[in-house]
């Protein structure tokens, strides 16, 4: 079958596309674009994996070199997808996504080989490309005494891009919030196959945008009116807890009040199903100048609850912990620590634990907290750190401190809990990484009665699971480690599932805090959500994406029974 014309001067050679099979796609696409275009079996089973459960097998994977080449496949898709329905564009960087939100099994465009660059930075804000690693971007801003604060514990391995499609979140956001908080202003590749700016508009602006005839004036007029006619209803929505990656932040678009009127708060945190982002534009935060953290060490678990809540009284910058679980996975794989930090910086960070070690003489604790505090001098930050520790003097011998009121003393833990699932992910013997109740959010009042009660579900399926998290916003991961591709450890899963989400919304929280829904918990929020608010999300979509060609499966395109399907047999 003949391939497809080079376009010259407009969209004529795409309405003259012939029906073209998966085959053809490669050939077609090459023609079309300057980046490279694979269909190996190698970046097949690359690209068919993400951090999440789940495998997805793409036909091709695109590196696109500019926006031109992802508007032309855009383009392409949309005018075949009536003859190929499995024809659809998911776009991929860093894949640390644990919601199956970077596999798709049509087409994959990977922004790390050519959207990688840091365009400008300066104290206030950058502008970056998504395929950009966030390692990479913080030594810029760093340059400036800047940071973007969002980052999540995958902060060595996600890019940019991921942070914005997931609204990520991480141990800042306590102090700071999430992604959606820091993103000014998108490049976006909407289903129209154009690249559209998208920031906040002030009245008299989102009146002259909705005026225009045409695709961007009709889009933006349906989004308007489906908020403002449901305009309590959808306020009503928003999840009471202090972050969410669920659904469509529908809730905080149009704000009646300043008349403000922001589609960035669509874009973030909709895991690439609403259009495609080329370019990104940051505020970003003096980076704090000084900083340490009291270390608590907890005997048990019993209770956990009461101590987050004396801590928070302290307003810490940062509030971590991680179980005993993933503390002795940390020792046992010490060495592989230097693959991350280089064997200098190893080697410093052992010396560095060895005090710590002595304080387990009278056992391994069951979980290490880290209230970090920052601050503009040394004794700023040594009275807050000692206040906290002659404060829980109430919790007597439950529980051993340490301070560390050194950024270098305390990052010890910090790196801890940042590598503890990418440690689980490759070195657990027989078992992998089920990453399925995993983001977990309620208001902190609730967890002395929450903790316990979760801590039975876990315990009921039998499940052995590593609990760790951002203590302070009652925002927890619970990682199980399971041999999924056993069937009677799969059949726990939605049992599982639905009574963990049940106990989650009793206590008036959300099941994702930072890890969006993907093909996770996509096809359950409907348990979170009215069915009135699930149709605004539906009908969100349907605006943006009428044709379903954006990372379909994922949210309200999710289905259980496609997603367990789709469960890794290989890892």
């Known amino acids: 079958m003949p391939g497809v014309e080079k376009s010259v001067g407009g969209s004529d050679a795409y309405d003259r596309l012939k029906l073209v099979s998966m085959s053809d796609i490669k050939t077609d696409i090459e023609k079309l674009i300057e980046g490279e275009v694979d269909d190996s079996a190698k970046a097949k089973d690359y690209y068919s994996h993400d951090a999440s459960m789940f495998e997805l097998r793409p036909e091709v994977v695109i590196s696109p ?5 992802i ?11 009536s003859a190929n329905s499995n024809l659809s564009i998911t776009a991929r960087s860093g894949g640390t996504c644990m919601s199956g939100g970077a596999i798709n099994q049509s087409i994959i465009l990977d922004m ?8 400008q930075v300066d104290s206030h804000e950058a502008n970056v490309q998504p395929g950009v690693y966030y390692r990479d971007f913080e030594k810029a801003t760093l340059e400036c005494d800047a940071l973007m604060p969002s980052f999540p514990a995958s902060r060595e391995l996600c890019t940019v891009g991921g942070m914005v499609s997931n609204n990520s979140g991480g141990e800042k956001s306590l102090e700071f919030g999430k992604t959606e908080n820091f993103v000014q202003e998108l490049k976006v590749i909407l289903s129209d196959g154009k690249e559209y ?33 449901n305009y309590d209803e959808i306020k009503a929505a ?5 972050k969410d990656s669920t659904g469509y932040h529908l809730w905080n678009v149009w704000d009646r009040k300043k008349s403000i009127f922001d589609l960035t708060h669509l874009i973030v945190g909709s895991q690439g199903t609403l ?42 910058a940062t509030f971590e912990g991680f179980d005993n679980y993933t503390l002795m996975l940390s020792f046992k794989l010490f060495f592989e620590f230097r693959k991350t930090l280089g064997l200098k910086e190893t080697a410093k960070l052992g010396l560095m634990l060895l005090p710590s070690l002595l304080n387990f003489r009278r056992g391994i604790p069951k979980m290490v907290l880290i209230a970090q505090f920052t601050a503009d001098t040394d004794e700023e930050i040594v009275a807050k750190v000692r206040n906290l520790h002659k404060d829980m003097s109430e919790f007597g011998h439950e529980a051993l401190f340490e301070e560390s009121e050194t950024e270098d003393q305390e990052k010890k833990f910090q790196i801890m809990r940042r590598e503890s699932f990418n440690l689980l992910r490759k070195k657990v013997h027989e078992k992998h990484t089920a990453p399925f109740i995993d983001d977990l959010i309620v208001p902190p009042r609730y967890l002395p009665e929450f903790l316990p009660e979760l801590r039975k579900i876990i315990n009921k399926y039998k499940l052995v699971a590593t609990v760790a998290g951002h203590m302070g916003d009652g925002n927890f991961h619970v990682i199980p480690l399971m041999k ?6 799969r059949a726990k899963l939605e049992p599982a599932m639905r009574e963990v989400n049940a106990l989650v919304l009793k206590y008036g929280g959300s099941m994702s805090g930072e890890h969006n829904d993907g093909m996770t ?17 539906r009908s969100i979509k349907n605006i943006f994406d009428p044709k379903n060609i954006f990372n379909p499966h994922k949210k309200t395109d999710a289905d259980w029974d496609f997603s367990m399907a789709h469960i890794r047999q290989h890892f």
Request: net charge positive; hydrophobic share 35%; charged share 30%.
């Open 197 to 229: 700016t998208i920031k906040p508009l002030k009245q008299a602006e989102l009146e002259e945008k909705m005026a225009q005839k045409n695709y961007e004036g009709r889009l933006y007029k349906k989004i308007f009116d489906l908020i403002n006619d």
């Open 65 to 69: 070199k500019n926006s031109a080449d």
């Open 112 to 119: 790390t080989k050519h959207f990688n660059k840091i365009k």
């Open 521 to 537: 918990r996509g096809p359950w929020l409907d348990q979170q959500y009215s069915e009135e608010i699930m149709d605004h999300f």
């Open 275 to 316: 259009g495609i982002v080329t370019d990104i534009k940051f505020r970003l935060v003096p980076c704090p100048k000084e900083s340490g953290s009291l270390i608590i060490f907890l005997n048990h678990m019993d209770n956990l609850g009461e101590v987050i809540n004396k801590v928070m009284e302290h307003k810490p």
């Open 484 to 489: 999924i591709e056993l069937q009677s450890e």
């Open 238 to 242: 928003k999840p009471k807890v202090s």
């Open 71 to 81: 508007q032309k496949v855009v383009k392409y898709v949309s005018a075949n997808k």
